[in-house]
């Protein structure tokens, strides 16, 4: 398995959660790495990347609230998600975004009351 997501779960309104991700793709220190997310009916977006020496860009929708960061000596990538919405329940996927590999299973979160 290439990346394998977890973390997820049911949470309420305002709550958090932190997702991993273990990577056993090649080149993974020096690339992008991301996390995606993908709604029911709706398209995958990118909502956080993460370049090689931690530098991280943020989709409007989550910036202030989630925080991505990265262990290069663990082939480990994490989404911090604080302050969370309905609106964000989806499937969080993980990914190269400097060189995309095949998807995951994700890992799934709910926010809901």
């Known amino acids: 398995v290439q990346l394998q997501a977890s973390g997820g779960g049911l949470v309420q309104p305002g709550g958090s959660l932190r997702l991993s991700c273990a990577a056993s793709t090649s080149f993974f220190s020096i690339h992008i790495m991301g996390w995606y997310r993908q709604a029911p009916g709706e398209q995958r977006e990118l909502v956080a990347r993460i370049s090689s020496r931690g530098g991280a860009m943020y989709a409007d929708s989550v910036k202030g609230r989630f925080t991505i960061s990265r262990d290069n000596a663990k082939n480990m990538v994490y989404l911090h998600l604080d302050s969370l919405k309905p609106e964000d329940t989806a499937v969080y996927y993980c990914?190269?975004?400097?060189?995309?590999?095949?998807w995951g299973q994700g890992t799934q979160v709910t926010v809901s009351s």
């Open positions: 990914n190269d975004v400097t060189e995309l590999r095949s």
